[in-house]
Nanobody
Framework: QVQFVESGGGLVQPGGSLRLSCAASGSIFSIYAMGWYRQAPGKQRELVAAIAVGGRAIYSDSVKGRFTISRDNVNKTVALQMNGLKPEDTAVYYC???????????????WGQGTQVTVSS
């Protein structure tokens, strides 16, 4: 069973930056694509960004150009650098894994508690 622990969220003003981190447990981290998801109040969870084992990354249109995803396969961590934050980015952010970038909706790990990101003045 693969589990994740997210951290790095907080309260930030519009235009500010945050860096989220995700630590994964398990022995097969390095063979899976990793993704960051978010869920805002009253909305379904959505994929924000994902990165393949080799480093190819994809982003939702709403965050492209502002967010950058990265991974460290040795330490089994995934990061999400968020710049130019907007109020609509407010959500609980989660990380999870999937066999490839094409299958990110089929997450294979347990969902963690997530980390709250609040963008407000």
């Amino acid at each position: 069973q693969v589990q994740f622990v997210e951290s790095g969220g907080g309260l930030v003003q519009p235009g500010g930056s945050l860096r989220l981190s995700c630590a994964a447990s398990g022995s097969i981290f390095s063979i899976y694509a990793m993704g960051w998801y978010r869920q805002a109040p009253g909305k379904q969870r959505e994929l924000v960004a994902a990165i393949a084992v080799g480093g190819r990354a994809i982003y939702s249109d709403s965050v492209k150009g502002r967010f950058t995803i990265s991974r460290d396969n040795v330490n089994k961590t995934v990061a999400l650098q968020m710049n130019g934050l907007k109020p609509e980015d407010t959500a609980v952010y989660y990380c999870n894994a999937s066999p490839s970038l094409a299958t990110m909706t089929r997450a294979i790990g347990s969902w963690g508690q997530g980390t709250q990101v609040t963008v407000s003045s």
